[in-house]
């Protein structure tokens, strides 16, 4: 039983098409995040969601749109992909201010 | 929010004792330090958080002083596959943030 799960895997796109991850957990947490990962491997928080309400967002272009229909599920939606957007993009969640995150296997997204 | 400063990369040898800290000088109170280990092609796994003093669990130990300034990880006899890039990271109430990340490579 996979905990949290992202689909696609991978996803290539060109430039100023619109694409969607989804994500859900399995684990009954309150809390749900959506993390973008560089070449450099650094991980950068975009949005944090808690009883599918938005608490954080860290300045994330408008074209990148969060949407969680219930506490399971935390989907995102690219709008007008960029050549930047490339990355790889994580799902976690947690239970509300815990340290212990639990993270999905990642989408590897390339813009072409 | 901590921002935190880690090495880069550390090389080891297996059996051997690895120490990675990270410096995190402008830490709030009620902020937690935790670690994470990354393998690649897969998300982070939580390995150990910590307040103040030392934690100890199956996988690792965690000091962290009194001022509160810096953590050390230590990953006890280390094996080849224990390389990976581990992340010290802070938490303020929804706001998990990773630092740079050090890769530690175990050699046989």
């Known amino acids: 039983d996979t905990a949290v799960s992202q689909t696609p895997k991978y996803l290539v796109t060109q430039m100023g098409n619109d694409k969607s991850i989804k994500c859900e957990q399995n684990?009954?947490?309150?809390?749900m995040y959506w993390y973008k990962q560089d070449s450099k491997k650094f991980l950068k928080i975009m949005f944090s969601?808690?009883?599918?309400?938005?608490?954080i967002n860290e300045t994330v272009p408008n074209r990148f749109s969060p949407k969680s229909p219930d506490k399971a599920h935390l989907n995102l939606h690219i709008n007008s992909l960029e050549l930047g957007d490339s990355a790889v993009y994580f799902c976690?969640?947690?239970?509300?201010?815990?340290?212990?995150?639990?993270f999905g296997q990642g989408t590897r997204l390339t813009v072409v | 929010l901590a921002k935190t400063t880690q090495p880069i990369s550390m090389d080891s040898y297996e059996g051997q004792e690895v120490n990675i800290t990270c410096s995190h000088n402008n830490i709030a109170t009620n902020d937690y330090i935790t670690w994470y280990q990354q393998f690649p092609s897969q998300g982070p796994r939580f390995i150990i958080q910590?307040?103040?003093t030392k934690v100890t669990n199956e996988v690792a130990s965690l000091f962290i002083p009194a001022d509160r300034k810096s953590s050390t990880l230590s990953l006890p006899r280390v094996s080849l596959s224990d390389t990976a890039v581990y992340y010290c990271?802070?938490?303020?109430?929804?706001?998990?943030?990773f630092g740079a990340g050090t890769t530690v490579t175990v050699r046989a």
């Open positions: 990271c802070s938490l303020n109430d929804y706001k998990l943030s």
């Open positions: 684990l009954g947490h309150d809390t």
């Open positions: 910590g307040y103040k």
């Open positions: 976690a969640s947690s239970q509300p201010m815990t340290t212990e995150a639990f």
């Open positions: 969601y808690n009883n599918k309400e938005l608490i």
